[in-house]
């Protein structure tokens, strides 16, 4: 591999800055501006949003114009200590550039949706703030121009998703939630700090490309690009809510649905994938580590996809299907080569479609007084055109049902999968294949449950109605990006990317991309068929009683939270109990029964202090005595 | 001439004053034995510098007359002021020291 060196940002790229500042101010504005901004502080969120995707789309056009494809702007030096400094740096390149397009437009359509969905909200001008917040904090991370300032982002938007998740916060569930996708986060951060550690102790820096061109120039040990990959590798499972870190996710669907949308689909939980992908170097120079990355891929698409089937709440369905969606984007990564850029475009479509999904059930939640079960959904087709028309869209694409994008980007994927080497391609390739056919049979589940069938609303007054147009037009160019966007996406991305990934060929292995193709499109057609086939009269309107063990499992998030509880959470508790006895019985005893000691003494002592002169005289003479028999001793004896 | 005769005079009006001060309360007769003391020292350095054959110990002997005579004054004047607030020479009277 050739050496990594970026060009220094002129021209367009010397507003940079003004990408993550725009939505920056407009956080500041909205969270300071008080109740006098609450008619009209949202269009100003909206406003950030947009103009800073506005100054993305303006910056890509640049970008394709430049030679070599990088733009690098300092802004200035963060930290001096010894031989390390860091700079606040950024880092314009092919990867960061659709990713501040995804970010900045999709998040466009979601902050207009959020318009519509918010409005009878009291604290819609602080969803705001926090949400420009957000998007300010993930621009950030994707431009951010060594692991430094990606780490600054990384922590933004884990304080964004936090304070939004736990918005309602009057809710305890939201309140719990809010925690909970905090504390796990926290857990994967460790893992990124000993990582930047790691990379000062190794290399002496953190900038990209002096840890990359140590990697290429072989300085690095195995031992080091091995803990430097799996920290970053339990950093990025952290933040994508992967196996084993992937309780939380779910969870966080207690925030608003635009959250849900914007956060918890498009771009924060992919930002693990982005972190992979932008160290694909080091990664690359491990197979252990790139092989983990895959297996943990693997682990969690089937994972999700299990979970997935026995959930009944609309939000937590589309949940568990991005935690296996990212599974599939970790699969591509981890494959390495010109699997990358497959792992990208998934990522990127997967905005698209999951985006428009969630906001799609956040329209039909609007629709049907906040219900969120799907068992009392049924006959909406009729009642919500637009949601529907669109919800179907997403609901294709996330199949990967050809002509419509996830076919595109997510049979690539399997492809790449069953082309490595030995029994791991028939494994991974295995998995993949069968992931595709449960996230079609989960995903019709939900579709036909919501829409079709006979209606099972609890009230019978009950008038769903189709959502104001501020919501719909978001869906329909989510719902077109869904159509097209992975067609485009497949034709366009891999090479647009080649500069930082490098060759775009795939190599085929155990099976052709013919095989593959049929075996895939017949996967999804037979797990769509027969979820059609089971749900199509209405399905179960209680909850049936769980038969198997498989599915008991499964409706219990497959023990992952009593996983936790009794590997983390049951420990944790009793060594803090251990302390806390330790500490009052060891550290505490020791300290205070000296305090008593010195203490009773000392109101021995005070007794002799009478007062009377005679007792006093008494005391210096026994001290007369007692120093005439010490000199005795010593001069005689 | 044995200097033992002195040195055990001297030891015996020490032991006196000795005991004077810690059982007498009028603070003139502690006064007294005091200076009964100091005299018990005083005639042990004399009699020292004498079986020396120097006169160093006399020169202390003197010194202590001196700071004696000075501490006297000092005391009975602290003796007089505690007399008037308290109409009593009783040491025991005394103790507002304690604690």
Known sequence: MD??????????????????????????FLLLAGRRADKWGHWVGVATVASSFGLGLWMFFSLRGLTDKTAYQELFQFLSVGDLTIDAALLFDPLSAVFVLLITGVGSLIHLYAVGYMEHDEGRRRFFGYFNLFVAAMLLLVLGGNYFMMFVGWEGVGL???????????????ATAGKKAFLTNRVADVGFVLALFTMIGAVGSVDFDAVFNAGIDGQLTSGVTLALGLLLLLAAVGKSGQFPLQTWLPDAMEGPTPVSALIHAATMVTAGVYLIARSHIIFELNSTVQTTVVAIGAITLLFGCIVGCAQDDIKRILAWSTVSQIG????AVGLGGAALALGIIHLLAHGFFKAGLFLGAGSVMHGMNDQTDIRRFGGLWKKMPWTYATFAAGWIAIIGMWPFSGFFTKDPIILAAFAREGWQGWVFGGSALLGAAI????????????????KRWTDPDHHPHESPPVMVVPLVFLALGSVGAGFLLAAGVPEWL????????????????????????????????????????????????????????????????RANELVLETPGRFLTNASVWIDNRGVDGIVNSLAATIGGSSRRLLRLQTGYVRSYALSILFGA???V???LVVFVG | MNPEYYLILAAA?????????????????????????????????????????SVDGQVMAFFVMVVAAAEVVVGLAIVMAIYRSRRSASVDDANLLKC
């Open chain 1, 629 to 631: 028999a010490a000199l």
């Open chain 1, 160 to 174: 964004a998703s936090y304070l939004l998740i736990s918005f309602w916060q009057m809710k305890p569930s939201a």
């Open chain 2, 13 to 53: 009006l020490f032991c006196i004053g000795a005991v004077g001060v810690l059982v007498r309360r009028n603070a003139i007769v502690v006064f007294m034995c005091v200076e009964l003391m100091l005299n018990a020292g005083n005639l042990t350095l004399v009699t020292f510098a004498r079986t020396n054959g």
């Open chain 1, 625 to 627: 005595v007692l120093v």
């Open chain 1, 328 to 331: 599939y984007m970790f699969l």
């Open chain 1, 498 to 561: 080649s500069p930082v990934f490098g060759e775009t060929t795939l190599a085929y292995g155990h099976l052709g991309h013919t095989e593959v193709m049929i075996l895939t499109l017949s996967a999804v057609v037979l797990g769509a068929a027969l979820a059609w086939w089971l749900f199509r009269s209405g399905g179960e309107k209680v909850q049936q009683p769980a038969r198997t063990a498989i599915v008991r499992a499964a409706r219990s998030s497959l023990y992952g939270d």
């Open chain 1, 439 to 454: 996230t079609a049979f989960y995903m019709t589940r939900l579709f036909v449950l919501t829409f079709h069938g006979p």
């Open chain 1, 3 to 28: 050496e990594i060196e970026y060009a220094s940002a002129t021209g367009a790229f010397s507003y940079l800055w003004l990408l993550i500042a725009l939505p920056a101010l407009g956080a500041l």
